[in-house]
């Protein structure tokens, strides 16, 4: 089984819907919930691979997890509804490296002599942009040394 199978099953043990669906405006994916149906919309189109798509998934899932949700709408565009987004937007993006990509996962791609970015990713079964931001994240905070380069 596929990391992103494994990803798909943890959904559907959560019961959570995930199904494909054009979503439009550049979006990959967008959670829902209505009453006791909960669910996450997947843009198949704006998905470029496998691995991209764990990491949207991955993404949304936090945000059900972790209720880091907000509502669209006529005044989601307002300063304080944008600013309220980014930081859920955030918190959600922190919260998915942690996830898909605790840093001692980085450290044994490492250790195995796995460095180029591409390799790595790969390996992980994640984007390489993802992969970027996770070491990013992680330089940042001090747990990873930032010797890694494209």
């Known amino acids: ?43 198949r189109g704006a998905i470029g691979s496998a691995a991209e798509e764990r990491v949207v998934l991955a993404e949304e899932m936090v945000h059900e997890e972790r209720k880091l949700l907000y509502e669209l709408g006529e005044d989601c565009n307002l300063p304080v509804r944008i600013a309220e987004r980014d930081r859920m937007e955030y918190k959600a993006r922190k919260e998915t ?22 390799e790595m990713a790969e390996y992980l079964e994640v984007s390489e942009d993802f992969l970027k931001k996770a070491i990013e994240y992680y330089i940042s905070k001090g747990e990873l040394i930032p010797y890694i380069t494209d």
Do not use: F
């Open 1 to 43: 089984m596929t990391a992103l199978e494994k990803l798909h099953q943890e959904a559907y043990d959560k019961g959570i819907d995930v199904v494909y669906y054009h979503i439009g405006e550049a979006v990959k994916a967008m959670y829902y919930s209505r009453g006791d149906i909960k669910g996450i919309a997947l843009d």
């Open 97 to 118: 490296i942690k996830k898909l990509l605790p840093v001692w996962k980085i450290k044994d791609c490492i250790s195995r002599h796995i460095t180029e970015l591409w």
